[in-house]
């Protein structure tokens, strides 16, 4: 149906229609907009949310429990969904919001023109009228005129007392207001038909003509809407298989959470290796008392016998005990951290000085990226500056600076851990002149090294028990262990002790020549840290190996002899 034909004369009403629909446009673009800021603020939310709960540490750092890793899989999935609700912000900013109001502005200026064109024809309408009706109205006086010297001419010629020349001027006079009457006719006429003509074609051609247009306008602006509608939805609906994915994500993340394989880990972590505490000894303090006839075989028994059934109970020391059980109850405890150094001094020798030798390959290859981007920034100045055309060589400048000045700090670095590995591989090949000196005097069996290449015997070697003493040591004095004994001194006896310690840390002892020891567990210092960072120690069972100087806490003895001294 066409407006042009059914509503030729609502031309005002259709002005209101139009500027509606402008605006009921322009509200859904205003909708539209509030919701892509919602979609902005609610990905903005999203990811600030999974940066405060995304681990701060290194991934080295990071627990390996499986929850944990579902756990930062979830944070990984949520942010590429945050990413999703960017995206349908941006594409309804842009396929929606923008094109709406786009589309708004030509509509605004599309109207107004269609307007003025209506304004212009009734404008014109109105002139015809106008003219037509002043015709209308100059033809009435002219009749009035014409009637009234009519009448004026009639009374004079009646009259007797009326001259001849006034009544021929009267006569006269009616002919030309009769005259003027007649072309006044003859112009209303005209100006009748005109009106009739316009007025025809004002509401049969441009009227209509413009309605249509009008109507086109419209028409166009609803199927717009309809448009951006499904734009809307469709904007949604392009990103719910990614979405989709992103929960798939985080259900298939839930299926990885395996607790037996946490506990494992658990197990793994913090084990110590050490056995269960065992029964503690009886000690007998009666044997000393004297002994009736009547108390039982233990009296009857003769001394030597008694001696040989019960002998010197092994003297358990009550603190060693505890602190090995204490060592043992990590797991429900805080396991002491062990001093991390930027020379890897608390590291045993080869481990330090592979550590260092990784770190020095690692700056290397930094170090020889920076000389290759200089290399690089420099052949570009020089092409900058035979062709200026191509750029400014100072823009280069700065950035060839910075590179130099990493290469410098880079160097210094290399140099440094070049400082700190040449110092632990003179100290392991001064060790081991030691050792083979000492091999070349004593035909001994081949033993193991200890840490800084010290030697200590193979536990298969021939024993050596000495025959000088007996019974439980005393205090301040070495137990003679017959397994042990040094190469690297000229006798069989067993090292002095010159001190003793205290086990700040556990220490497990993994390395061939090392001793485990347990948190406050106290030893023997039978040889002092020579700078390497270890110290020789025996434990009060007789067993001797080195211990990291760093963990146990040092007390000598005073006016000590038999001290051992490398010349």
Excluded at 8 to 37: C, M, P, S
Excluded at 206 to 221: T, V, Y
Excluded at 377 to 393: F, S, T, W
Aim: proline letters at 5%; one cysteine or more; a negative charge.
């Amino acid at each position: 149906m066409s407006w042009g034909t059914e509503l030729w004369d609502q031309f005002d009403n259709l002005d209101k229609h139009t500027q509606w629909g402008i605006d009921f446009l322009e509200r859904y673009a205003k909708f539209v907009k509030e919701r892509l800021d919602i979609e902005q603020n609610y990905a903005k939310q999203l990811r600030n949310l999974v940066k405060k709960y995304c681990p701060k540490r290194s991934k080295d750092e990071e627990p390996r429990f499986t929850s944990c890793l579902s756990f930062y899989s979830i944070l990984n999935e949520l942010s590429d969904y945050a990413g999703q609700r960017e995206v349908v912000a941006e594409e309804m900013g842009h396929k929606v919001y923008g094109d709406l109001m786009r589309y708004s502005q030509e509509l605004k200026a599309e109207r107004k023109h269609h307007l003025q064109e209506g304004r212009k024809a009734q404008q014109y309408l109105d002139h015809c009228w106008k003219q037509m009706d002043n015709s209308k109205r100059k033809f009435e006086r002219e009749c009035k005129e014409a009637e009234k010297s009519q009448l004026t001419y009639e009374r004079l010629d009646n009259d007797i007392n009326a001259t001849k020349s006034e009544v021929e001027k009267a006569k006269a006079q009616y002919y030309l207001r009769t005259h003027m009457a007649d072309e006044s006719k003859n112009e209303y006429a005209a100006q009748l038909q005109n009106f009739n003509a316009e007025q025809w074609k004002h509401f049969n051609n441009a009227i209509p003509h413009i309605f249509k247009n009008l109507q086109a306008m419209d028409e166009r602006r609803t199927v717009k809407l309809g448009e951006t509608y499904r734009s809307f939805a469709e904007v949604e609906l392009k990103v719910i298989p990614i979405v989709s994915k992103c929960l798939e994500g985080m259900v298939s993340a839930a299926k990885a959470v395996d607790e037996r394989k946490d506990s494992v880990i658990v197990v793994e972590s913090f084990k110590s290796g050490f056995e269960p505490p065992g029964d503690f000894p009886f000690e007998d303090f009666s044997q000393n008392l004297s002994r009736t006839g009547s108390d039982g075989t233990i009296s009857n028994t003769p001394k030597g016998d008694r001696d040989r059934e019960v002998g010197p109970a092994p003297r358990s020391d009550p603190k060693h005990a505890m602190s090995r059980t204490k060592n043992k109850l990590w797991l429900f405890g805080k396991k002491p951290k062990a001093p991390s150094l930027e020379d890897y001094s608390h590291l045993p020798p080869e481990q330090r000085r592979k550590r260092l030798q990784q770190r020095i390959d690692e700056l290397s290859r930094e170090l020889q990226k920076e000389m290759d981007q200089r290399d690089a920034l420099n052949k570009m100045k020089d092409v900058y500056e035979k062709n200026p055309q191509m750029g400014d060589p100072s823009s280069l400048q700065p950035k060839i600076s910075e590179t130099i000045c990493n290469m410098e700090k880079l160097r210094s670095e290399i140099h440094k851990n070049e400082t700190w590995l040449s110092e632990v591989e003179g100290k392991q090949s001064s060790r081991g002149d030691r050792r083979h000196s000492a091999d070349n005097h004593h035909h001994t069996p081949q033993g193991r090294e200890s840490p800084e290449g010290s030697y200590t015997d193979d536990t298969n070697q021939e024993h050596h028990t000495p025959h000088h003493r007996t019974g439980p040591p005393k205090p301040g004095q070495p137990n003679p262990d017959p397994h042990e004994f040094d190469d690297e001194f000229d006798d069989d006896d067993p090292l002095p002790v010159i001190g003793h310690c205290k086990a700040l840390y556990s220490f497990d002892g993994q390395n061939e020549g090392t001793l485990v020891m347990a948190e406050d567990e106290v030893l023997y210092i039978i040889e002092e840290d020579k700078g390497d960072g270890w110290t020789r120690a025996r434990k009060q069972s007789g067993e001797e190996g080195y211990v990291p100087t760093s963990y146990v806490e040092i007390t000598m003895e005073k006016n000590c002899k038999g001290a051992v001294t490398y010349i």
